[in-house]
């Protein structure tokens, strides 16, 4: 890894031709990877991003990816185990300037999705941006969700039928 951080929060891996710039912007972190060619590439840059996203604590992450060569054997690589690392409170959006790597992010947010890991793939960076303003995910309600327990949840859904005047007795209403 080559140099320090650049001023205004953009910090610069270097490889051999690989670039991955990493900027802090209001409220996510945004890695631009340029020339990525190898799985080894790719490892390296997730490292320099997660470590960046943890050390700024930034929970979204948008990794943009231009003129690199798609990588869809994701499963052997161990890609998803640095998405997986992160955990459930990071979204991480995947945008790419080709048709060829948008395919392959797609595949990545396939797989990533079964393993209930919050990684999308988005056409252009604004969809992606987009997604991160949605405020029906955040962190705060995600939790509220989680603290509600079977019985606390099937008391208020109950509730909410008997309101509207549901029958809940099964009985055939009149």
Not at 71 to 98: M, N, P, W
Not at 131 to 150: L, V, Y
Request: proline residues 3%; charged residues 30%.
């Amino acid at each position: 890894m080559e140099g320090g951080p650049i001023p205004n929060d953009t910090t610069a891996l270097r490889c051999t031709e690989m670039l991955c710039e990493i900027t802090v912007g209001s409220g996510f972190l945004k890695a631009d990877l340029f020339n990525r060619q190898t799985v080894e590439e790719t490892r390296d840059a997730l490292v320099a991003i997660t470590t960046e996203a943890r050390k700024h604590n930034c929970s979204q992450i948008l990794i943009a990816v231009h003129a690199s060569r798609p990588i869809f054997k994701i499963e052997q690589s161990g890609i998803l185990d640095h998405f997986k690392e992160l955990g459930d409170r990071y979204r991480v959006a995947l945008t790419a300037d080709s048709n060829e790597l948008r395919l392959a992010q797609q595949y990545i947010e396939s797989v990533a999705r079964r393993s209930r890991m919050n990684v999308r793939s988005f056409p252009t960076q604004q969809a992606a941006l987009d997604w991160f303003k949605d405020r029906r995910w955040s962190p705060d309600r995600r939790q509220r969700q989680e603290e509600r327990h079977g019985e606390e949840r099937r008391q208020q859904w109950r509730r909410r039928l008997e309101s509207s005047g549901a029958d809940l007795d099964g009985g055939v209403p009149a």
